[in-house]
């Protein structure tokens, strides 16, 4: 009973103790936090680097109206379009337009467009991949 006593009025090894206990569980929460930012992180630029996205063909359809554009997923993650502009004007088209890993389809976009014209198309992707170019109107 003695030595009981003589070990709880005794607080010189409990600091220290308490201190590095407290040390570690500090780096540890720090080290868990660094980690899942970093699996974050990387798995968002492996996505948008995996993202591939081709223009095979553009049609001007005289019935519809609509510039039709033909494209390809070449890339490893699959694709959704948020956006298309002609000539850096967005235009609508017909949403949800989604593209799985080697698939392709005719993405339709809206508005008006005139014979011999020059126009710029620019589709993007929901993680900000642009695809476009210049094509000329039949």
């Known amino acids: ?3 009981m ?3 709880f009025h005794n607080k010189r090894a409990i600091t220290p103790v308490l201190s590095n206990l ?3 569980v500090v780096a540890v929460a720090a080290m868990a936090v660094a980690t899942t930012a970093t699996y974050v992180i990387t798995t968002n630029l492996r996505e948008n ?3 591939r996205l081709i223009i095979e063909d553009v049609w001007f359809d005289n019935t519809t109206g609509y510039i039709r554009v033909y494209m390809r997923n070449i890339g490893k993650v699959s694709i959704e379009v948020a956006a ?5 004007t967005s235009r609508l088209f017909t949403s949800p337009f989604r593209l799985e890993i080697g698939k ?3 993405l339709n976009i809206t ?3 005139s014979s011999a014209g020059l126009y710029h198309l620019n589709i993007v992707t929901a993680r900000g991949t642009h695809v476009g170019g210049y094509y000329n109107a039949p």
């Open 104 to 106: 392709s389809g005719w």
């Open 5 to 7: 006593s003589r070990f």
């Open 49 to 51: 680097m995996s993202e």
């Open 84 to 88: 298309a502009y002609v000539n850096h």
């Open 111 to 113: 508005g008006g467009w």
């Open 1 to 3: 009973m003695k030595f």
């Open 22 to 24: 407290l040390l570690t």
